[in-house]
T-cell receptor
């Protein structure tokens, strides 16, 4: 079956521009997560959506970062006024109500 | 503050031998632990997990051991194969058996299995 998909796979942008990253979770998975991995680092939690509950935004590094999940399925992570330190691989994962998280291939973001 | 630590950034093992990857954690609220494998330019792939009510879980060549008193877990791969060469991430959750919520990840260990 289809796994988690993310788009674009690569994004190069200029400092100060806004970017949108998209995640399509596995069908039927109620939970969706965003993480990012900077060079040489582990995965850093950003935000978590579970069904219709309010999202856990505790990992968002600044108010330039926001995310939405429409209709309990697709999610968009938006970074406004990008900075060079935002360069990282942004990973999306989904899971059923109870279960392991399954990751997409990631979006490689480079801010020049 | 790194709550999950993988202190060995790399490990090199000969094919057929055992690979042992280690992970330590600091948060006593963690009750579920996972190992992920990651190849370059791909997302992490789930490998094996263990609940805090167990001290061992085995799946084929992969076994995870949990020592709660030491806040330590390890992943054993026997026998190691060249295709196992990847970065291995340890992760933990305080999900308490319901949806796991956020995972806390270590920085990963690069395993290289040479022929």
């Amino acid at each position: 079956g289809a796994g988690v998909s993310q788009s674009p796979s690569n994004k190069v942008t200029e400092k100060g521009k806004d970017v949108e990253l998209r995640c399509d979770p596995i069908s039927g998975h109620t939970a969706l997560y965003w993480y990012r991995q900077s060079l040489g680092q582990g995965l850093e939690f950003l935000i978590y959506f579970q069904g219709n509950s309010a999202p856990d935004k505790s990992g968002l590094p600044s108010d330039r970062f926001s995310a939405e999940r429409t209709g309990g399925s697709v999610s968009t992570l938006t970074i406004q006024r990008t900075q060079q330190e935002d360069s990282a691989v942004y990973l999306c994962a989904s899971s059923p109500l109870v279960g392991t998280q399954y990751f997409g291939p990631g979006t490689r973001l480079l801010v020049l | 503050d790194q709550q999950v630590k993988q202190n060995s950034p790399s490990l090199s093992v000969q094919e057929g031998r055992i690979s042992i990857l280690n992970c330590d954690y600091t948060n006593s609220m963690f009750d579920y632990f996972l190992w992920y494998k990651k190849y370059p330019a791909e997302g992490p792939t789930f490998l094996i997990s263990i609940s805090s009510i167990k001290d061992k879980n085995e799946d084929g060549r992969f076994t995870v051991f949990l020592n709660k008193s030491a806040k330590h877990l390890s992943l054993h791969i026997v026998p190691s194969q060249p295709g196992d060469s990847a970065v291995y991430f340890c992760a933990a959750s305080a999900g308490r058996g319901s949806t796991l919520g956020r995972l806390y990840f270590g920085r990963g260990t690069q395993l290289t299995v040479w022929p």
